[in-house]
């Protein structure tokens, strides 16, 4: 594997082992071994131990006394306290947008993930399904203009894409319901209806939630 720029090398040996966590090819509890990684990607050591710390910063890994790093667990308490934290953060961005949006021209961005999330849905590709329904939150982040918030959730963006990847095949069938929970969220920030927002994002991670809960169940 060949690692180039823009990203440090450390941030793309972190993608690369997230990749591999989010998929489920490094299971829960698994130990990642600093000296295979290092083997294996052809890359310094130093480089390795800085990757994992991302990845501890990004709650895929702990890093524990005499024990090395290991994947985290998937259990209902974790599940169910990231979707809380993220259906709050969601709100805070949508608020964010429906507060500081002047013309219609501002909505544009959101308007075009909606395209994109329809023809994902047309094709029956849930990973790129997926990955668009994280684009939402990436194109509120100017409105925002918090880089506190907008550090917290891509820190939290690769749990939340673990937790999607487990109920992938479970979520074929909540797309179409998706897309009209998105069409009811643009309403609402264009309506800056704070009230429908929230009702609105907490339906949606209670959704989320639940088939996440079944499929780890299932597993």
Request: hydrophobic residues 45%; glycine residues 2%; proline residues 3%.
């Amino acid at each position: 594997m060949t690692f180039k720029a823009p990203d440090s090398l450390a941030e793309q040996i972190a993608h690369h082992l997230a990749e591999r966590i989010i998929r489920g090819e490094l299971k829960p509890g698994e130990r990642i071994q600093e000296q295979k990684v290092t083997q294996a990607l052809s890359v310094s050591r130093g480089s390795v131990r800085e990757a994992l710390l991302i990845l501890e910063r990004r709650h895929l890994i702990v890093i524990l006394p005499r024990r090395g790093a290991q994947v985290t667990e998937l259990n209902a308490h974790n599940v169910e306290s990231l979707c809380a934290l993220m259906s709050e953060l969601y709100i805070l961005l949508a608020n964010a947008v429906a507060n500081r949006w002047e013309t219609h021209a501002d909505l544009a961005p959101f308007l075009q993930v909606q395209q994109r999330l329809t023809a994902s849905y047309e094709r029956q590709d849930v990973k790129m399904f997926v990955e668009e329904s994280f684009n939402v939150m990436r194109a509120a982040y100017p409105f925002a203009n918090n880089p506190y918030l907008q550090e917290t959730v891509e820190n939290l963006q690769p749990s939340m894409s673990r937790n999607y990847y487990l109920a992938l095949d479970q979520r074929k069938a909540e797309m179409s319901e998706y897309l009209t929970l998105f069409a009811q969220l643009l309403d609402a920030v264009v309506a800056r209806d704070q009230t429908q927002i929230r009702s609105v994002l907490g339906s949606y991670a209670e959704r989320s939630c639940k088939l996440v809960l079944s499929a780890l169940a299932a597993g």
